[in-house]
């Protein structure tokens, strides 16, 4: 039997009831036989796996013994497989009908392109873009994550004004399309970042190595979100500060960082403080603390650090906070590039 074209692999641990919600729509819409839906299991304790057995035997299941996390989970299962097109996908991810067909024609017809993301909704607000995602993401000059249809805490409904295919720096976690010869040549997702913006430092490289990130809007998923860490919780404000620290460390040239760095420090310092006022210590201390393991860290990923002069052309050259903040800019459609 021919392997499939598309593998679209979903990482499960201990999400049985996630699995309740999502699998039917994983089933119904992962296209046959050009695509496979296959779930990996990452050593979960919940019954999911009497559950998928029971109720979707003829979804394939690869079983870890142990939980991996999130990004070496899927090191470990896309190494595996034969598939030349891989999708990650969220375990609270609801497919929709032709949420994959733009995505595939883009990659067949231009080799450059190695990465491609749907339009992601937010399932609660099925008008409204999600935070992870949205319609394709970028970074601002100093290293802070923005979206088509997100700025910083603001979504915007979509109402088809980012419908058009275009370059993007990052593609969502939640549903990354992408080629797995690429994939593994850039070395796949960071384990060291445990959870969040392993997969802007993915596309950062990928680009680096000549690869192109672009956003398929016609295809549309529907994401939950905050299925593992609530939006105002700590420890997710402790791992986005820390891993974005990393990812400019590992892929901005020497002389690049060396003006982040600074910046960066005033700019997080004032976010600290910005908690301490609203009452949020925990996230004042996040904060710091971020600042202080992304410094141990950085040893840990001497070796890999861009040694070129190349920034990725997709990163704006302009600042989302001052836009944001100063300027009362919300929509990515007003923001100054």
Known sequence: ??????????????????????????????????????????????????YLREHYPAVRLICFEENYGFAEGYN?????????????????????????????ELLEADPSIVVVQPKIRSLRAPQDFEYAG???????????PLCRGRILDTLEEDRGQYDEVCDIFWASGACLIVRREAYLSAGGLDARFFAHQEEIDLCWRLQLQGGRIVAAPRGIVYHLGGGSLDMNNPRKCYLNFRNNLLMLYKNLPLKRWRQVVVMRFILDLLASGVYLLRGQRRHARAVLAAWRDARQMFPDFAGQRNRGE???STMLRKSVLWQYYALGIKRFSEFKR
């Open 310 to 312: 190349s920034i990725p």
């Open 76 to 104: 470990r299962a896309i190494a595996s497989l034969p598939h030349p097109i891989i999708v990650l996908l969220n375990s609270d991810v609801r497919l929709s009908a032709g949420w994959q067909e733009e995505a595939l």
């Open 134 to 144: 949205a319609a394709g993401g970028y970074i601002d000059r100093w290293g802070y």
């Open 1 to 50: 039997m021919d392997t499939p074209q598309v593998a679209v692999v979903v990482l499960n641990w201990n999400g049985r009831a996630l699995l309740e919600d999502f699998a039917p729509s994983w089933v119904a819409y992962t296209p046959q036989p050009r695509a496979e839906l296959i779930i990996v299991d990452n050593g979960s304790t919940d019954g999911s796996v009497d």
